[in-house]
């Protein structure tokens, strides 16, 4: 069974390590797609998009854009 204090030492450690590869920690914080709101509001957003001309046209440059990707499914 791992301890608390183990444990912490292993994350120091593989903190060190990262860290040593150059990188560094960075928190992202992102909507919670378990809120109901949150499908409220992408609904809303779709919606809001269907009626929209210039997003159809992205779209239907996207699609053209992934028919230039081989084995784009």
Not at 28 to 43: G, M, Q
């Amino acid at each position: 069974m791992t301890t608390p204090t183990r444990l912490l030492s292993n994350v120091s450690r593989s903190r060190a390590r990262m860290r040593e590869a150059g990188l560094r920690p960075v928190q992202f914080w992102v909507p919670d797609t378990r809120r109901p709101e949150f499908a409220a509001e992408i609904r809303q957003q779709c919606l809001a998009l269907k009626k929209d001309a210039l997003e159809a046209e992205m779209l239907e440059f996207t699609k053209q854009a992934a028919k230039e990707i081989p084995d784009w499914k």
